[in-house]
């Protein structure tokens, strides 16, 4: 790192952890380290914030969030949970999913290559194949990699879960995998993500639910509010802890030329989306839908439709008779609660 690089910050600018009396952290930096490796201090955090422990043992929080822009290293600390998971801690299923394929197969082949790069863990191993989607040390404990679908979370269910790409979680996944993973007494709930696009998704409910202060729930994030000046080097540093590390601002400056000041402020700047408020429909918008030539048959029918899904940004109101054929508004809605 050169001198007078400007570097990120390494403390978040939103943390809650539950109170505890000791720290297992230290055994995933150290099982890290043991594979040649080191995190920075605030992969370490991260670590800190969710492993905190209870006087009986347990996990002091059930549900963490990491909140992290993307390529500043999220895959380090997670890659040192799975294995304290399965080597330290004693978990028999460990679960990493991902919301696409390809990062799967990539924190499969890392965690992979740590293990193999470090005897005293390979020879615990049985023989892992490139094929594979599990590792499984001798004793019976696995890591699975999984990639998530639409359609439920219950084949994620662990001891210990490590949610990826939480952004592009839904409800039904979570009502899928949390009642079922309530039934494991130690067990242990992990989001790491960027920013969420829309205000209605899932992790935006966790985040209010954090700043509401929230029982057993632990939280880093990193980013900025609304009207920072997206050229701003201190924002850029708290928006990226990796920041003269591993990424330069002359890289983010040519990122937001390419994606746009929209897509920027989400991607790198780490600002939350936020609900519009007033009505469901916005009433000008629904007023410039009136059609004042059309009118109905005597005796016919009006038909009226409305379609969409409960969490996206739009739904469809559709009116149709014999005489004016089918009318379609688009609205935009909002959702009830903050960010």
Partial sequence: MTVGVLVGQQTPRLQLAPPSVSNAAEDAIAIYEACGQRLDPWQELCLRVGCGETDTGAWASFENGIICQRQNGKGEPISAIMLA????????????SAHRGDTVRATFRKVKHLIESTPDLLRRCKEIHDSDDVIETLDGARLEFRTRTRSGGRGLTGDLVILDEALELNAE???????????????????????????????????ARVLAGGDRLAWAEWGNDKGVVLDDPEALAAANPAL????????????????????????????????????????????????????????????????????????IIGCCNRRCGCLTARMGLSRWWMP
């Fill in 244 to 315: 003269g590390i591993r990424i330069s601002l002359e890289r983010l400056k040519d990122l937001r030329g390419i994606l746009g000041d929209d897509k920027f402020s989400t991607e790198c700047m780490g600002i939350w989306p936020t609900a519009a408020g007033g009505t469901v429909l916005d009433p000008a918008a629904w007023k410039r839908m009136v059609e004042v030539t059309s009118r109905r048959a005597p005796g016919a029918d009006v038909c009226l439709s409305l379609t969409g899904w409960w969490a996206g940004p739009r739904s």
């Fill in 173 to 207: 996944q979570i009502a899928a995998l949390v009642p079922v993973m309530l039934a494991r007494p130690w067990a242990q709930l992990w989001y790491f993500s960027t920013v969420p696009t829309f205000a209605d998704q899932h992790l935006c409910t966790v985040r």
């Fill in 85 to 96: 998971s399965a080597f330290v801690w004693g978990n028999k299923v460990t679960i990493y």
